[in-house]
Nanobody, 135 residues
Framework: DVQLQASGGGLVQAGGSLRLSCAASGFTLDDHGIAWFRQAPGKEREGVSCLAQINFKKYYAASVKGRFTISGDVAKNTVYLQMNNLKPEDTAVYYC????????????????????????????WGKGTLVTVSS
């Protein structure tokens, strides 16, 4: 079975930190670009960050740049999203997904921006983990 398992969500006060994990089973994360998305109630899904395995470049949405850090552990077949200085507007269900290639797709910018919505052929999706940031 090919699966992604996201975990690490929870309730945190504004200014706090959480680390999300995305663990793969049945396939090797190193063969895919791995992205984090989030969806808040009543809002569209948005791309948060992506790790391109092809060149290890990291991409971030403008709203999280400087606060979130994506990283990978090949030995553990896991990708992480370290989230610092959390804000109430970060409250959402967070999902990880595997891209069909080792890159992050076309919805990236040369300076590390990421604006994918997850509607461009992500091949594997994990179940979400809820992040709630209280003010």
């Amino acid at each position: 079975d090919v699966q992604l398992q996201a975990s690490g969500g929870g309730l945190v006060q504004a200014g706090g930190s959480l680390r999300l994990s995305c663990a793969a089973s049945g396939f090797t994360l190193d063969d895919h670009g791995i992205a984090w998305f989030r969806q808040a109630p009543g809002k569209e899904r948005e791309g948060v960050s992506c790790l391109a395995q092809i060149n290890f470049k990291k991409y971030y949405a403008a709203s999280v740049k400087g606060r979130f850090t994506i990283s990978g552990d090949v030995a553990k077949n896991t990708v992480y999203l370290q989230m610092n200085n959390l804000k109430p507007e970060d409250t959402a269900v967070y999902y990880c997904a595997a891209a069909p290639t080792r890159g992050c797709g076309p919805n990236t910018t040369y300076d590390g921006g990421y604006y994918d919505t997850g509607n461009n052929g992500m091949t594997v999706w994990g179940k979400g983990t809820l992040v709630t940031v209280s003010s």
